[in-house]
């Protein structure tokens, strides 16, 4: 029986050869998952090239099926079942869109305007996520600010599963404080108008040509939440622009995932309107531009 690190060195390369960006972390994920262990407890082990644990079969073949999985680059979200975003470990697999890091600097541009905006009559900031998909923003801002009320808004059936367990998930009272609708967010919201002091949205924006290169992106995130239709990938993004003038109030912010070309785009999109004021394109952390961030106006 080969020892920990033997083992370890053995799955990272067979990863590595399937073309996997980060083979030894992934490595090590499925290890720990498999054991039911820390990943600093595998490393340990490796590090110490301890003997192999028990030798359990049923173990082995587990971690030999997960490890094949990801060599055939499905991703490690979907083989553990879960994915990090912020504080929340959130439930995913097919039919949802993995959270991505970028959007998790979305997610504070977002808190920071709920925290700003001036609470009503009641104490509560109103929040609506547009394209909430797992929930990971929208269940962000609701754990991170104590007084929003969220509404995330999904039009996928299979989104709205994991969705709904996300939500279930939550502490008692953030769950008290969310509210889920399975609908279409460009149009389903006209008896929530001008409620809304933030409406933050990741709609899908990827331009039809441009297919994603990473298998785990192109053959595994569902199609409707990366492709944003229109030559340029704009039109879910600037119908999202629209419907957020309805639900917001005046003087409410929206806050917009777009790709990192497309920065102008979006901006001139509101620029162009009557609704809106004090457009800006913020970067993301690796330094791309990443959302658009801008002012219902009062009109
Ligand atoms: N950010 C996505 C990606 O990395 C693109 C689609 C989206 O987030 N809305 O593939």
Redesign the pocket.
């Known amino acids: 029986m080969p020892t920990f690190g033997a083992r370890l060195r053995d799955i990272t390369q067979r990863l590595s050869d399937a073309g996997v960006p980060s083979p030894h972390a992934d490595a090590v994920a499925l290890m720990a998952h498999t054991f039911g262990w820390e990943p600093s407890e595998v490393r340990t082990a490796a590090a110490r090239d301890d003997h192999w644990p028990e030798e359990d079969p049923l173990d082995l073949d587990r971690l030999e099926a997960r490890v094949t999985r990801r060599e055939a680059r499905e991703p490690l979200q979907h083989i553990l079942g879960t994915a990090y975003f912020r504080g929340l470990t959130l439930q995913v697999g097919p039919g949802v ?1 993995v959270p ?1 890091p ?2 998790e600097t979305v997610a504070q541009v977002a808190i920071n305007a709920a925290c700003a905006a001036t609470p009503g009559r009641d104490g509560k900031v109103y929040v609506t996520d547009l ?1 909430a998909g797992s929930g990971a923003i929208g269940l962000a801002v609701a754990a991170e600010v104590p007084h929003a009320e969220v509404t995330l808004v999904e039009a996928s059936e299979a989104a709205m599963v994991y969705l709904r367990l996300n939500v279930r998930m939550m502490s008692p009272d953030v769950r008290s404080r969310v509210h889920t609708v399975l609908g279409d967010a460009r149009r389903c919201l006209h008896h929530f108008e001008r409620c809304a002091d933030v409406v933050v949205s ?5 331009p039809t040509d441009a297919q ?1 290169r ?1 298998p785990e ?1 192109r053959d595994y ?1 569902p199609p409707q ?2 492709y ?1 239709l229109g030559d340029d990938g704009l039109e879910v993004p600037r119908a999202i622009v629209d419907e957020a003038a309805t639900l917001l109030r005046i003087g409410g912010t929206l806050v917009m ?3 990192d070309l497309q920065g102008d785009a979006m901006r001139a999109h509101v620029e162009r309107s009557e609704f809106w004021r004090g457009a800006q394109t913020l970067k993301d952390l690796t330094d791309r531009d990443r959302m658009l961030v801008v002012t219902r106006d009062g009109v």
């Open positions: 869109f991505r970028e959007s394209c990741n709609p899908p924006y990827i994603p990473d992106v995130d939440a990366l944003g995932e777009h790709g």
